[in-house]
């Protein structure tokens, strides 16, 4: 039976794949969440047509990085998707209720005329609810999750604490920098300088969010302060926190000189930092603290089938992804595009 | 009651009633994305506008109706780990990657170029938008590829082993995305999706030719719709019988209880109506044709068909679901073969389009797709019950440690949300429909002008790029 694993590390291989796609989930969906969240509190309306314009093309291929990590989870460790989907069941569930309103918002609000408000707030709060569950998930799962053999031996309700309701509001301003950071990019005038206003309001809520988890995962687990706070690890790893602390520095200061597309970049860089410092923390765990991305691969042959086809798709993905952000390049037009 | 909810039953409410709502999108994109794709290249190679005035109508049409199954086919990917995690966890090996190739090669594919059908008319060139088009469409019956690859994998299982930590492991991957029933089932499925657009097509040309609205797009609605009827509703038929004689093969009791037939006999007799009675163990009240059963599955009069009451008691599905689905199914397909027979007595005629009565038969077909294809799911999946990998395992088995509260919860969300949205799309898509394609403004604004241009204004005004 045809199978990689003698010439490739297949489960360490997959585990940088989904990680990838989990990331580029969160970047891309992440500022059209953002824009969501920012919605209403834009100044007109023909502020908030430029701001649907300025997502629309992209929000459903964003989308489908979700997809491709679920998948992903499901097709490259079964056992990882079979404990930590229960595990999250609500908030799974009230997340993709948030995506579906938001999603449908897009299509419905330019065909509707007097329930037009409607499906705004359809697209606000969708995007807040999906933000938020994301955020808890992401809480919840850094506190660990409980498992018994091959599955979830948890209470329904592990996930709903005061720490994943700080991730979750956490999540919301973290989104919500991206998405302004992409209106400064993506529009001008009125619609751009209020942006702009936003990012700079939301930038230190960010710092101060990013500063509690930093600190709060090493407290709650003797492993993870072990692994940043002893020597030599630490000489290692306090770039990253400088690194972040730089980048605030820099989007703040473009922000005030009317730079236009460096701070969504940046704000990119401030997201990769803080994934990469849970990765650091997290990392060999696929489910916090139960059960490894080893122990979770799925058959080596599976692992091998798959990535035939990703090798050599992925690649053409990111090339039409890239090419669709290119065809749309530049500021997001006036009039609708439906 | 409460400590009585069954998170077996429960979770199997939820998955059908998710699932039932989502194959309502894919049933009618996979056909429109195709139908689209004929219509552009028509217009570029004719340069008709007709076509490209319904391209347009359509296409809003399709974007709608893709959205709702972009956010309902999202949630299926997480409803397979939330509600059935035992059985992902067993399964994943095989079922993960299929489902993996399906997001990989169709999603993206799909989503992509959408953006580029939908919004790029007038950005990128036109054989760039054409073959946007065609992209979307093969992204679309690829998606179908791997969805029912893997569905198929569970009907008729092959090319696996089981290990002793009863983990499924894949021993031929080749075996394993080609499973007996998958050809079958693929062309059954795609043919059903392309006939369910052409009778949404048909239906909403007769209706403009009802009202006498739009008669030149409406006419080529109705003729191109009724192409399908009268070739391929046909084709269809023998399509259902080659799938149904697979399942006689690999799945006996489906078969069993599709024919609602309790004894295992020669020359059995087909079933016209009845009322099958689980617990009595026969079906009542049955319009009965002789030995007609054994001559569709074997294919000879005599031909043994087994009954119900060969499998014990806990291995039978569901019968009176089965049934009544499978009749719904066949009578439908039925009607869409005389709707077919009709249209080419009345064309031959030359009264096609003005045949009133046959405008309003059309109009009441526009949902018989739907109901069709939602029927033959119910059949297949209800029909393979009580396992959910055909004699591999069981669905009792494969149920997630997830307790009955949260997933009634779950439902009744899903039940008012879907029932929001769904209907909001389905309004917005009425309006689209009731609006009508948009003929001369359309045509005249993709110019950046008002209305006809004159011989004057034409020699100083540069070539838009489009009609």
Same mark, same amino acid.
């Given at each position: 039976?045809?199978?990689?694993?003698?010439?490739?590390?297949?489960?360490?291989?997959?585990?940088?794949?989904?990680?990838? =796609?989990?990331?580029?989930?969160?970047?891309?969906?992440?500022?059209?969440?953002?824009?969501?969240?920012?919605?209403? *509190?834009?100044?007109?309306?023909?502020?908030?047509?430029?701001?649907? #314009?300025?997502?629309?093309?992209?929000?459903?291929? #964003?989308?489908?990085?979700?997809?491709?990590?679920?998948?992903?989870?499901?097709? =490259?460790?079964?056992?990882?998707?079979?404990?930590?989907?229960?595990?999250?069941?609500?908030?799974?569930?009230?997340?993709?209720?948030?995506?579906?309103?938001?999603?449908? =918002?897009?299509?419905?609000? *330019?065909?509707?005329?007097?329930?037009? *408000?409607?499906?705004?707030?359809?697209?606000?709060?969708?995007?807040?609810?999906?933000?938020?569950?994301?955020?808890?998930?992401?809480?919840? *799962?850094?506190?660990?999750?409980?498992?018994?053999?091959?599955?979830?031996?948890? #209470?329904?309700?592990?996930?709903?604490?005061?720490?994943?309701?700080?991730?979750?509001?956490?999540?919301?301003?973290?989104? =919500?920098?991206?998405?302004?950071?992409?209106?400064?990019?993506?529009?001008?005038?009125?619609?751009?300088?209020?942006?702009?206003?936003?990012?700079?309001?939301?930038?230190?809520?960010?710092?101060?969010?990013?500063?509690?988890?930093?600190?709060?995962?090493?407290?709650?687990?003797?492993?993870?302060?072990?692994?940043?706070?002893?020597?030599? #690890?630490?000489?290692?790893?306090?770039?990253?926190?400088?690194?972040?602390?730089?980048?605030?520095?820099?989007?703040?200061?473009?922000?005030?000189?009317?730079?236009?597309?460096?701070?969504?970049?940046?704000?990119?860089?401030?997201?990769?930092?803080?994934?990469?410092?849970?990765?650091?923390?997290?990392?060999?765990?696929?489910?916090?603290?139960?059960?490894?991305?080893?122990?979770?691969?799925?058959?080596?042959?599976?692992?091998?089938?798959?990535?035939?086809?990703?090798?050599?798709?992925?690649?053409?993905?990111?090339?039409?992804?890239?090419?669709?952000?290119?065809?749309?390049?530049?500021?997001?037009?006036?009039?609708?595009?439906? | 009651?409460?400590?009585?909810?069954?998170?077996?039953?429960?979770?199997?409410?939820?998955?059908?009633?998710?699932?039932?709502?989502?194959?309502?999108?894919?049933?009618?994109?996979?056909?429109?994305?195709?139908?689209?794709?004929?219509?552009?290249?028509?217009?570029?190679?004719?340069?008709?506008?007709?076509?490209?005035?319904?391209?347009?109508?359509?296409?809003?049409?399709?974007?709608?109706?893709?959205?709702?199954?972009?956010?309902?086919?999202?949630?299926?990917?997480?409803?397979?780990?939330?509600?059935?995690?035992?059985?992902?966890?067993?399964?994943?090996?095989?079922?993960?990657?299929?489902?993996?190739?399906?997001?990989?090669?169709?999603?993206?594919?799909?989503?992509?170029?959408?953006?580029?059908?939908?919004?790029?008319?007038?950005?990128?060139?036109?054989?760039?938008?054409?073959?946007?088009?065609?992209?979307?469409?093969?992204?679309?019956?690829?998606?179908?590829?791997?969805?029912?690859?893997?569905?198929? $994998?569970?009907?008729?299982? &092959?090319? $696996?082993?089981?290990?002793?930590?009863?983990?499924?492991?894949?021993?031929?991957?080749?075996?394993?995305?080609?499973?007996?029933?998958?050809?079958?089932?693929?062309?059954?499925?795609?043919?059903?999706?392309?006939?369910?657009?052409?009778?949404?097509?048909?239906?909403?040309?007769?209706?403009?030719?009802?009202?006498?609205?739009?008669?030149?797009?409406?006419?080529?609605?109705?003729?191109?719709?009724?192409?399908?009827?009268?070739?391929?509703?046909?084709?269809?038929?023998?399509?259902?019988?080659?799938?149904?004689?697979?399942?006689?093969?690999?799945?006996?009791?489906?078969?069993?209880?599709?024919?609602?037939?309790?004894?295992? &006999?020669?020359?059995?007799?087909?079933?016209?109506?009845?009322? %099958?009675?689980?617990?009595?163990?026969?079906?009542?009240?049955?319009?009965?044709?002789?030995?007609?059963?054994?001559?569709?599955?074997?294919?000879?009069?005599?031909?043994?068909?087994?009954?119900?009451?060969?499998?014990?008691?806990?291995?039978? %599905?569901?019968?009176?679901?089965? $049934?009544?689905?499978?009749?719904?199914?066949?009578?439908?397909?039925?009607?869409?073969?005389?709707?077919?027979?009709?249209?080419?007595?009345?064309?031959?005629?030359?009264?096609?389009?003005?045949?009133?009565? $046959?405008?309003?038969?059309?109009?009441?077909?526009?949902?018989?797709?739907?109901?069709?294809?939602?029927?033959?799911?119910?059949?297949?999946?209800?029909?393979?019950?009580?396992?959910?990998?055909?004699?591999?395992?069981?669905?009792?088995?494969?149920?997630?440690?997830? &307790?009955?509260?949260?997933?009634?919860?779950?439902?009744?969300?899903?039940?008012?949300?879907?029932?929001?949205?769904?209907?909001?799309?389905?309004?917005?898509?009425?309006?689209?429909?009731?609006?009508?394609?948009?003929?001369?403004?359309?045509?005249?604004?993709?110019?950046?002008?008002?209305?006809?241009?004159?011989?004057?204004?034409?020699?100083?005004?540069?070539?838009?790029?489009?009609?």
């Amino acid at each position: 039976m045809f199978s990689l694993e003698g010439s490739l590390d297949l489960p360490l291989i997959w585990f940088g794949l989904l990680v990838t =796609a989990l990331f580029l989930y969160v970047l891309l969906d992440g500022f059209d969440l953002g824009v969501g969240i920012l919605f209403p *509190f834009a100044p007109s309306d023909e502020c908030r047509d430029r701001l649907m #314009n300025s997502i629309a093309p992209f929000w459903d291929g #964003n989308e489908t990085w979700l997809v491709l990590s679920g998948g992903g989870l499901f097709a =490259a460790f079964p056992l990882a998707y079979a404990i930590l989907m229960p595990a999250f069941y609500m908030p799974v569930i009230l997340m993709l209720l948030g995506l579906i309103f938001r999603g449908v =918002a897009f299509e419905f609000r *330019f065909k509707a005329v007097k329930s037009r *408000f409607i499906w705004d707030y359809a697209f606000h709060f969708g995007s807040i609810v999906a933000t938020f569950m994301q955020g808890m998930i992401l809480g919840a *799962f850094v506190k660990g999750v409980q498992v018994q053999g091959r599955s979830f031996a948890g #209470n329904p309700f592990d996930w709903l604490n005061a720490y994943s309701f700080m991730t979750g509001v956490a999540l919301l301003f973290g989104y =919500a920098l991206l998405g302004a950071t992409w209106l400064v990019m993506k529009t001008d005038e009125i619609t751009g300088d209020w942006a702009r206003k936003c990012a700079s309001y939301v930038l230190g809520y960010v710092g101060v969010f990013m500063g509690i988890v930093s600190i709060s995962v090493p407290i709650m687990n003797a492993g993870v302060r072990h692994l940043w706070f002893s020597l030599p #690890n630490f000489y290692y790893l306090v770039p990253v926190p400088l690194v972040t602390a730089a980048l605030f520095i820099f989007i703040w200061r473009d922000l005030h000189r009317g730079v236009e597309n460096r701070p969504f970049f940046l704000s990119i860089g401030v997201f990769l930092m803080g994934y990469l410092g849970l990765g650091i923390s997290l990392w060999p765990w696929l489910v916090p603290f139960a059960v490894t991305f080893r122990q979770a691969a799925a058959a080596a042959t599976s692992q091998s089938f798959l990535l035939v086809g990703t090798l050599v798709i992925l690649p053409i993905v990111l090339t039409y992804t890239a090419f669709c952000y290119y065809v749309f390049r530049g500021k997001a037009s006036r009039e609708g595009y439906y | 009651m409460i400590e009585n909810l069954d998170p077996v039953l429960l979770s199997r409410i939820q998955f059908a009633f998710t699932l039932s709502f989502h194959i309502f999108f894919p049933a009618f994109t996979i056909g429109l994305a195709s139908w689209l794709a004929v219509l552009e290249w028509r217009w570029l190679k004719t340069g008709n506008a007709v076509y490209a005035v319904i391209y347009h109508m359509w296409v809003k049409i399709f974007a709608v109706t893709f959205g709702m199954g972009v956010v309902s086919g999202v949630v299926m990917s997480f409803l397979f780990g939330t509600n059935w995690s035992v059985f992902s966890d067993k399964a994943g090996n095989i079922l993960g990657p299929l489902l993996g190739y399906e997001v990989l090669s169709a999603f993206f594919l799909e989503a992509s170029f959408l953006g580029v059908m939908l919004f790029g008319w007038n950005r990128v060139g036109r054989r760039l938008h054409f073959a946007a088009t065609v992209i979307v469409a093969m992204g679309t019956l690829i998606s179908a590829f791997w969805i029912l690859s893997a569905n198929s $994998f569970m009907q008729t299982p &092959q090319g $696996f082993r089981i290990a002793e930590n009863g983990l499924l492991y894949p021993v031929n991957w080749l075996q394993i995305v080609f499973s007996p029933s998958f050809p079958y089932r693929f062309i059954h499925m795609v043919t059903a999706a392309y006939l369910t657009t052409a009778f949404v097509a048909g239906g909403i040309g007769s209706f403009y030719l009802r009202g006498s609205r739009h008669i030149k797009e409406a006419r080529v609605m109705l003729g191109m719709a009724m192409i399908m009827a009268v070739f391929v509703a046909p084709m269809q038929l023998l399509f259902g019988d080659m799938h149904g004689r697979n399942t006689f093969i690999h799945q006996p009791t489906k078969v069993a209880a599709i024919e609602g037939l309790w004894e295992t &006999q020669r020359g059995a007799p087909l079933n016209l109506f009845g009322w %099958p009675d689980q617990e009595a163990e026969t079906t009542k009240y049955a319009v009965e044709i002789p030995e007609l059963s054994s001559l569709i599955l074997t294919h000879e009069l005599n031909g043994e068909v087994k009954g119900l009451k060969a499998w014990p008691k806990d291995e039978r %599905p569901p019968v009176l679901l089965v $049934f009544l689905s499978f009749r719904i199914m066949v009578g439908i397909g039925i009607l869409m073969i005389s709707t077919g027979v009709s249209a080419l007595v009345l064309y031959l005629r030359k009264r096609l389009f003005d045949a009133k009565w $046959f405008h309003y038969w059309c109009m009441a077909m526009t949902p018989a797709g739907f109901a069709a294809v939602l029927a033959g799911w119910f059949v297949t999946e209800t029909g393979r019950q009580p396992y959910i990998i055909q004699g591999v395992m069981r669905t009792s088995e494969a149920v997630s440690p997830v &307790q009955g509260i949260p997933i009634a919860i779950s439902i009744s969300a899903f039940v008012l949300t879907y029932a929001a949205v769904f209907g909001a799309g389905s309004y917005y898509i009425m309006k689209l429909i009731g609006k009508g394609p948009e003929t001369e403004a359309h045509i005249y604004g993709s110019h950046g002008v008002k209305g006809p241009p004159l011989i004057t204004d034409l020699v100083s005004e540069e070539e838009g790029r489009h009609v």
